[in-house]
């Protein structure tokens, strides 16, 4: 069982940056990360994702914008966020797939909320 534990959530202006942080329990050397977000009464949508290797992958909606990074040595990754709009508020998950087993595991979320 591998527990996440997200971090650096907050209430920041439009144009405004922050950083979230996503602890894992284990290692996370072979596993595929990445960030969700959930805006109140909507689905939850894929953010970024990072492999092993640092390949990442965006949503166009964030991409120029926010940055996916993973320090596997502090079994941590990182999303760093740029230029905020206010539609960029909702609660972000961290999700970790585990490899090679394949099973998912979700933090429990940090709130980011972005004025206008």
């Known amino acids: 069982q591998v527990q996440l534990v997200e971090s650096g959530g907050g209430l920041v202006q439009a144009g405004g940056s922050l950083r979230l942080s996503c602890a894992a329990s284990?290692?996370?050397?072979?596993?595929?990360m990445g960030w969700y977000r959930q805006a109140p009464g909507k689905q939850r949508e894929l953010v970024a994702t990072?492999?092993?290797?640092?390949?990442?992958n965006y949503a166009d909606s964030v991409k120029g914008r926010f940055t996916i990074s993973r320090d596997n040595a502090k079994k941590t990754i990182y999303l760093q966020m740029n230029s905020l709009k206010a539609e960029d508020t909702a609660v972000y998950y961290c999700?970790?797939?585990?490899?090679?087993?394949?099973?998912?595991?979700w933090g429990q979320g940090t709130q980011v909320t972005v004025s206008s």
């Open positions: 990072i492999t092993a290797g640092g390949s990442s």
């Open positions: 284990g290692s996370i050397l072979l596993d595929v």
């Open positions: 999700t970790l797939r585990q490899i090679p087993t394949m099973a998912v595991y």
